[in-house]
């Protein structure tokens, strides 16, 4: 079954402190996507991966943030340093091989005080 | 300009009844994908329905439809016999798949919230 696995679920976090989100995919992907969800801008896209690679990070705001996939099962999406804007819950998510539907994880609510 | 529009304010529906919310969609791709998500209360993103540009007919699944109509770039979610749990954040997104068919991201709009009344 193909899934996808972020952790943590919740992170609070001080500012200037260097957050790392995570996320495992569970077989059958080839695609990898992070998404930031906020009340005023929604749904936007951070970067996406194709087969490891990074395509698009033009969605990616600042220096601040760093996204990478060493394998084919697990990216990062790093803050560093981490400010209050930044709080968001963030997505990770997949579109397994032969499907349409786009996989999301449960999210990482991030709070940054 | 906006890729996808969800102009309606919150929606309300009856139980047992049916329901439309309203997506529009800009895009020069004649290949794309249009999506709907159920986000509920608790925040994780469910795929509800997917309709290709070149297909012919309306998708379906189970209470789900979506009223395609291209020539007026909307993609409208229809929802039959509305349950409590339906109850929701409903966003449409599309993908445009290019020129090199490799760009396979999703923009989604911005969501409507649907309450359904006992």
């Known amino acids: 079954d193909a899934g996808v696995i972020q952790s943590p679920r919740h992170e609070v976090t001080e500012m200037g402190q260097e957050v790392t989100l995570r996320c495992k995919l569970i077989?059958?992907?080839?695609?990898l996507f992070w998404y930031r969800q906020t009340m005023m801008r929604g749904l936007e896209l951070l970067i996406y991966f194709n087969n490891n690679v990074p395509i698009d990070d033009s969605g990616m705001p600042e220096d601040r943030f760093s996204a990478k996939m060493p394998n084919a099962s697990f990216s990062t999406l790093k803050i560093q340093p981490s400010e209050p804007r930044d709080s968001a819950v963030y997505f990770c998510a997949s579109r397994p091989q032969g499907t349409y539907g786009y996989t999301f994880g449960s999210g990482t609510r991030l709070t940054v005080v | 300009a906006q890729k996808i529009t969800q102009t309606q304010p919150g929606m309300f529906v009856q139980e047992k009844e049916a329901v439309t919310l309203d997506c529009t969609y800009d895009t020069s791709d004649p290949s794309y994908g249009l999506f709907w998500y159920k986000q509920p209360s608790s925040g994780e993103m469910i795929f509800l329905i997917y309709?290709?540009?070149?297909?012919?007919q309306n998708a379906t699944e189970g209470r789900y439809s979506l009223n395609f109509q291209k020539a007026r770039k909307s993609a409208n979610l229809v929802i039959s016999a509305s349950q409590l749990g339906d109850s929701a954040m409903y966003f449409c997104a599309m993908r445009e798949v290019g020129f090199t068919g490799a760009n396979s991201k999703l923009t989604f709009g911005k969501g409507i919230t649907l309450s359904v009344r006992p």
């Open positions: 077989s059958g992907h080839n695609s």
């Open positions: 309709q290709g540009s070149y297909d012919q």
